[in-house]
């Protein structure tokens, strides 16, 4: 029986800060508090923000003081505010923001039944922040927020790169690796609950258990994970480019459990811009990478992300850019201008490009990404790819949606259905009829694959 009251949380920014907000979910099952599907049920919100980009940071602003005026029109008893906003920001915030009711920061989600539950008007708002040393694993309760057919395992928590354009290490601490016996029960367990797809995620997935065990251990959790029964895709994100082991590109190789996808966050390609943004450079260049990766057998699929407008990129940097992408044809990408976000070292740094060359940058390699899209897309019109059927299309009830095992969740693109009987959560056989810049259009050729 629930003795709390409902909480209704709203989880802001990435994948990594979504599994925070499954646990404090699952603290609040736990501690008695019922979880509200609407605002409108709740006594109590939780808003768990991001704070890394400016964007970000007015995008959580925006939240708190929107979801305060239901609380002023006496819908709700109390607002809590958690994450990387909180922590970027400090004890500044209960001045600035007086209609939050307490405050966590991003190492202290394990105590939000007790701020939740402090209603002692004389006492100063409760503020919870201090240096992120905790890493919540398999026994710390979690409330699955994904579709039940999908999840995120969050192998570590932390970072210790030191890129001078980011502020990850302030608000989330150093990198520290997750036991991998923890994870495999974790992952046991979201397969008895039906998982068929676990997305692996950290700050970087590729230094897994250096920490720990004094080497990387990414390739030993792989093998950990596909010999669980029920799971059918296990795709690891956010992998640095200088780490990308040929043991590993042998087990996506040679294990179909394992997604032919890589999530390489390049940035940019100029050597002189990515030492200055702090990523030094491997023992092989982005292109070296791409043609060892391309020249594998199962075909992967490459995402990356790069940024426009770092300072000090020339014409002569971006014009560089352009032909990284030409040549790496990637299959799914993502482009960003820099961001001078205070407290970190890029901040400073000069030359400035100008705002408005930046976004005529992102603007420019976006454009050529859709040609490449686009021609990759059409490649795969007539081919038979296995799709994980996601249920009808965000754009209209008429379609169906899927992704096959080169779309990550939340990031990429769809296969839209408009033919076949689909079952959601269930792997099935698609026939590609159709191909636009990003998304491919099919039809279902009969029941889900085994």
């Known amino acids: 029986m629930r003795k709390n009251g409902k909480v209704f949380l709203i989880s802001l920014g990435c994948a990594k800060n979504l599994v925070d907000s499954e646990h404090m979910l699952g603290i609040l099952d736990s501690q008695g508090f019922g979880l509200a599907s609407r605002i409108e049920d709740a006594e109590f919100a939780l808003i ?70 402090n209603d002692n008007e004389n006492a100063p708002v409760p503020f919870l922040i201090g240096k992120p040393t905790f890493l919540a694993d398999h026994h710390l309760p979690k409330v699955q927020s994904t579709p039940f057919y999908t999840a995120y395992l969050r ?62 251990r990414l390739e030993d959790l792989l093998e950990g994970l596909i010999d669980i029964n029920g799971i059918r895709w296990v795709r690891p994100l956010y992998v640095h480019p200088n780490n990308v082991s040929e043991r590993f590109l042998d087990l996506i190789d040679s294990q179909e459990t394992i997604c032919p996808y890589l999530d390489l966050p390049f940035q940019h390609v100029n050597q002189t811009l990515l030492k200055s943004m702090g990523r030094e450079p491997g023992q092989e260049t982005p292109g070296e990478l791409i043609v060892r990766i391309r020249n594998r057998k199962r075909g992967v699929s490459i995402r990356t992300t790069l940024m426009v407008g770092f300072p000090g990129e020339t014409d002569e940097m971006f014009d560089q850019l352009c032909a990284f992408v030409k040549m ?104 590609i009829t159709e191909a636009h810049t990003y998304d491919l259009v099919g039809k279902i050729l009969g029941p889900d694959l085994k």
């Open 155 to 216: 192998i570590a928590e932390g970072c210790s790169h030191r890129c001078t354009y980011c502020l990850i290490p302030g608000l989330r601490g150093p990198f520290r690796s997750r036991r991998l016996k923890s994870l495999i029960e974790e992952a046991e367990e979201m397969a008895e609950r039906g998982v068929k797809e676990i997305n692996l995620i950290a700050q970087d997935t590729s230094q897994y258990g250096n920490d720990l065990y004094g080497e990387t």
């Open 328 to 431: 790496a044809e990637f299959d799914h990408l993502g482009v960003f201008a820099f961001s001078p976000e205070k407290g970190t070292a890029a901040a400073g740094l000069r030359p400035a490009v100008d705002r408005d060359v930046a976004e005529n940058r992102l603007a420019e390699i976006m454009t050529l990404q859709a040609g490449i899209s686009k021609k990759i897309n059409q490649r795969k019109i007539g081919s038979l790819l296995p799709v994980l059927i996601e249920g009808s299309s965000p754009e209209t009830d008429l379609l169906l949606a899927g992704r096959t095992a080169t779309m990550a969740p939340d990031v990429d693109t769809k296969v839209l259905i408009n033919e076949g009987e689909g079952i959601v959560g269930e792997i099935m056989p698609v026939e």
């Open 48 to 117: 768990n923000t991001c704070g890394f980009l400016q964007s970000a940071v007015e995008e959580a602003i925006e939240t708190i003081l929107e979801t305060a005026r239901l609380k002023d029109e006496g819908k709700l008893k109390r607002l809590v505010v958690a994450g990387c906003f909180v922590q970027r920001y400090g004890y500044k915030l209960v001045k600035e923001i007086p209609e939050v009711d307490g405050w966590l920061g991003t190492g202290e989600i394990r105590r939000v039944a007790d701020i939740l539950l």
